[in-house]
């Protein structure tokens, strides 16, 4: 009995004497800890998952059928895609935020794939192009902003898509800056945001934004890469960076008597030349000294909770204006971009109707598109297969979507695209019989 008390005085004497050694190294690791957590505190993490089929039930073409733009009849064409997007924020400071998404799309076990070369960048449509399984930067940018004044500067890879009525087809809220039938590319640039909240009655919001996305067209050969002018392939020089800029107003209004809220975007958007290089073997085709402007001016007006139902409406209008200039085919006419001129200004315009019923878990919504004989609406962002938004005639889409939750969207749909005019593309717009009938299912996890 006293020696087992020798030994537990012994140990009880020893674990004292531990103790301040013990304080100290818990007390350093807990500092460090402390440290690493105010660290990781700043990072918000979120993520999509998008699995989707699409059924090309019928695409077809009687007329024209021309060496340029030949007649087709095509039938129960399928497709199994995917997309993940992996959100990275932080919370700087108070008034610094840093936003970013990291997105690889594509079609289920590709194994063959048949395309054709090209020769300009797929900078502003790498992250919906399903054609690998790569990684690729669809969003990164940072918001600066000047405290006590409203004034926020960003700069990066900007938040141009996902776009209004976007959101409505899976319950989500307004999930882009700039309205679908703007920009529906990923888009790099800097700008200022001014809020005018403070000007405004109460539930009232207005905010100007203007912004600056400039086009590379850079020499990056193994010898003299950066140092030389870049040119074309017809040998005129280019500059390293041709201007694009956009000025935008919007307004909103919240719990008025008879609806939930109601937006109003209007923008301008305009680039300068930007030059098209010939994508097939130019020492058979030719080269190429195309060069475009593209720019419009978009209207986009949503209300929602009509008389404080589930219902939602947007209405959105695009004037398009695009300037040609050159030829595809230098040494060939008739391939400028929408045109047969060697030069050429085509103006036309763009509406969309959305609407939906939100009841319990349940949505109700379709869609109607009408584009004009010379509309140009570019949209690389956009989640079909055959550019519905960009339909020369009408289109018409019919959904229903069940809500699991807040993060489960399940969602099943028809498009027609019933087209009066070809697409835009190299060579004039003619009038054509195209139709495009087409099925999916879309099945979307938000985490």
């Known amino acids: 009995m006293k020696n087992n ?3 537990i005085s012994a140990a009880f004497i020893a674990g004292m004497l531990m103790i301040p050694s013990a304080q100290a190294a818990t007390l350093e690791e807990r500092v460090a800890e402390l440290e690493a957590n105010q660290s990781l505190n700043i990072f918000n993490f979120s993520g999509t998952f998008i699995t989707r089929f699409d059924d090309i039930i019928k695409a077809e073409q009687t007329e024209p059928d021309t060496a340029g733009n030949a007649a087709f009849d095509n039938s129960d064409l399928t497709y199994l895609r995917m997309k993940f997007q992996f959100n ?4 700087i400071s108070k008034n610094v935020k840093f936003y970013s998404r990291l997105t690889t799309s594509k079609h289920f076990n590709t194994f063959y794939q048949q395309d054709a070369t090209m020769s300009n960048s797929d900078d502003l449509s790498a992250s919906n192009a399903y054609d690998s399984s790569r990684v690729v930067l669809e969003k990164a940018y940072a918001d600066f ?5 409203g004034l926020t500067l960003f700069v990066g890879r900007l938040p141009t898509v996902d776009g209004q009525p976007q959101n409505y087809k899976d319950g989500r809220a307004r999930m882009g800056t700039y309205p679908m039938l703007s920009y529906d590319s990923v888009l790099d640039g800097m700008g200022l945001s001014y809020k005018m909240d403070q000007w405004m009655p109460a539930g009232q919001t207005l905010a100007f934004r203007a912004l600056y996305t400039p086009f590379s067209q850079y020499y990056a050969g193994a010898s003299g890469a950066y140092t030389k002018t870049p040119t074309t392939q017809a040998g005129g020089n280019l500059p390293t960076n041709s201007a694009g800029y956009g000025v935008m107003l919007d307004y909103g209004i919240n719990d008025m008597s008879w609806a939930d809220s109601m937006g109003l975007v209007l923008l301008n958007f305009q680039t300068s030349d930007i030059y098209y290089a010939n994508p097939g073997d130019t020492t058979v085709t030719g080269v190429s000294d195309l060069t475009l402007k593209v720019g419009g001016t978009t209207l986009a007006w949503e209300l929602n909770g009509i008389a404080k139902s589930g219902w939602d409406l947007s209405v959105s209008y695009l004037a398009s204006n695009l300037d ?9 006419p008739g391939t400028g971009f929408g045109t047969a001129a060697d ?6 315009s763009v509406m969309l109707l959305a609407t939906r019923y939100r009841l319990g878990s349940w949505i109700f919504g379709g869609e109607w598109v009408n584009g004009s004989e010379n509309s140009f609406y570019y949209a690389t962002a956009t989640e079909d297969l055959t550019n519905f938004y960009s339909t020369h005639g009408n289109g018409y889409h019919a959904y229903v979507t069940k809500k699991f939750g807040q993060n489960i969207a399940f969602r099943v749909g028809y498009m027609l695209q019933d087209y009066d005019y070809t697409p835009t593309g190299i060579g004039p717009v003619v009038a054509s019989d195209r139709k495009i009938e087409t099925a999916y299912a879309n099945l979307r996890l938000d985490f």
Do not use: E, H, R, Y
């Not at 040609?324 to 060939?332: C, E, I, R």
């Open 324 to 332: 040609s200039n050159g030829q595809l085919m230098a040494n060939v």
């Open 343 to 348: 030069s050429d200004s085509n103006s036309g």
């Open 88 to 91: 990275i924020d932080a919370n």
């Open 145 to 149: 902003t000047v405290p006590d004044t």
């Open 5 to 7: 008390f020798k030994k």
